[in-house]
T-cell receptor, first 113, second 114 residues
Framework: NAGVTQTPKFRVLKTGQSMTLLCAQD?????MYWYRQDPGMGLRLIHY???????AKGEVPDGYNVSRLKKQNFLLGLESAAPSQTSVYFC????????????FGPGTRLTVL | GDSVTQMEGPVTLSEEAFLTINCTYT??????LFWYVQYPGEGLQLLLK?????DKGSNKGFEATYRKETTSFHLEKGSVQVSDSAVYFC?????????????FGSGTQLTVLP
């Protein structure tokens, strides 16, 4: 049982490049989330999904797209990276019932030059 | 909107000292409250939680009590260890809504010196 895994762990991009971050969970969770963590700002929700085939915007969705084609995977895409997207990205997942806990992946550190 | 305000850090303590990290919240409805811990180079882990007023969450010697009257959820530990050095995040989650997403405070860096 690996829990929540993220790939890659580190990445450096140039402005304008694109990339996809992969999140996978093996706990059969319905809900999945993408957060970004910036110094002094805690974690902010980018996008989330309440089930396979569904996605929704969070607090800071601009510049990102997501897809949930399979229940266990949640992809975060940057079509044209900007320096403001330099951050640490965390994926999380949880059950759909009330009272569940969010489980976090180890994070992806992204630098955009 | 909903928000969480945490005591600003960094906090530096000697081993066996008493720890308090303050957390207050603003929310509509009746949120659940959480403390998450992030060790260096790792993701966040749930430390403890409380789902209703006057509940006390506890784990690994840490405690926090859900105080509705003061909208607070302060984290305490009687005797910290070097291994407690980490970043601590207070968070809330509303009991209604489809996403069940967490709203986090800005985090408090704790360093415990031997």
């Amino acid at each position: 049982n690996a829990g929540v895994t993220q790939t890659p762990k580190f990445r450096v991009l140039k402005t304008g490049q694109s990339m996809t971050l992969l999140c996978a969970q093996d706990m059969n969770h319905e809900y999945m989330y993408w957060y970004r963590q910036d110094p002094g700002m805690g974690l902010r929700l980018i996008h989330y999904s309440v089930g396979e085939g569904t996605t929704a915007k969070g607090e800071v969705p601009d510049g990102y797209n997501v897809s949930r084609l399979k229940k266990q995977n949640f992809l975060l895409g940057l079509e044209s990276a900007a320096p403001s997207q330099t951050s640490v990205y965390f994926c999380a997942s949880s059950y759909s019932t009330t009272g569940h806990t969010q489980y976090f992946g180890p994070g992806t550190r992204l630098t955009v030059l | 909107g909903d928000s969480v305000t945490q005591m600003e850090g960094p906090v530096t303590l000697s081993e066996e000292a008493f720890l308090t990290i303050n957390c207050t919240y603003t929310a509509t409805g009746y949120p659940s409250l959480f403390w998450y811990v992030q060790y260096p180079g790792e993701g966040l882990q749930l430390l403890l939680k409380a789902t209703k007023a006057d509940d006390k969450g506890s784990n690994k010697g840490f405690e926090a009590t859900y105080r509705k009257e003061t909208t607070s959820f302060h984290l305490e530990k009687g005797s910290v260890q070097v291994s407690d050095s980490a970043v601590y995040f207070c968070a809330l989650r509303l009991s209604s809504g489809s996403a069940r997403q967490l709203t986090f405070g800005s985090g408090t860096q704790l360093t415990v010196l031997p």
